[in-house]
């Protein structure tokens, strides 16, 4: 994956950012940030959602293994209920580059806006398919939120969380409807706000 289009940024360190974890109605929104070393290339990054499982795994420890820095951090489900989803992103990015081992000179942000950060920023819609390091950060926030959600199925088995990752699937839809809500629900998000007022009403 080239980065041509953005021979622009300024020299130094650039950090790729990319959060997952929006559309669910269960646990934490996950962001990475990235900055990746030239001198240790990593062939096949692209946009987390279009590899295998098992190529997101192994790029997942090879961007570990090969990057100048790297950090994953998250918004919690009761910052998500708190904030709104699209702040809890924010912080979470924020989160991931405040962790960075090495301090970025620029960043590029997935998405169409940038949260605060302590240094320059540039929004770059589908980045994740376009910029290495957004690529690499895609790969770990997405990796570490399907785990997260494995983690959830081995303590819920009945929910479906290792086929459906939280999202609003009929599956997770009907899970909630006939087993209730979970602590790590988002309750802000309507199907749970809605299965949470009927509860209440037994």
Not at 72 to 84: G, H, M, Y
Not at 144 to 170: I, N, S
Not at 184 to 195: G, M, N, T
Request: charged content about 25%; some cysteine.
């Amino acid at each position: 994956m080239q980065n041509t289009e953005f021979d622009f940024r300024p020299q130094g360190h650039t950090a790729g950012v990319d959060e997952v974890g929006r559309g669910p109605l269960i646990g934490d929104v996950v962001a990475a940030a990235v900055i990746l070393d030239p001198l240790q290339p990593i062939q096949g990054l692209a946009d987390s959602k279009a590899l295998s499982e098992k190529k997101r795994e192994r790029l997942y420890l090879e961007i570990k293994q090969k990057a100048l820095a790297w950090c994953v951090a998250s918004a919690s489900p009761s910052e998500i209920d708190e904030l709104n989803i699209l702040h809890a992103s924010m912080l979470a990015m924020q989160r991931a580059v405040a962790g960075l081992s090495v301090v970025p000179d620029y960043a590029l942000v997935d998405g169409n806006r940038c949260p605060a950060l302590p240094c320059p920023s540039e929004p770059v819609v589908k980045g994740d398919a376009r910029v290495a390091e957004i690529s690499a950060a895609s790969i770990l926030a997405k990796v570490d939120r399907d785990r997260q959600m494995l983690a959830l199925h081995e303590r819920y088995p009945d929910y479906g969380f290792d086929r459906h990752k939280g999202y609003p699937t009929p599956q997770h839809l009907e899970a909630l409807e006939r087993l209730g809500a979970l602590p790590e629900h988002r309750r802000s998000f309507r199907p749970v706000r809605i299965r949470l007022e009927q509860s209440s009403h037994v």
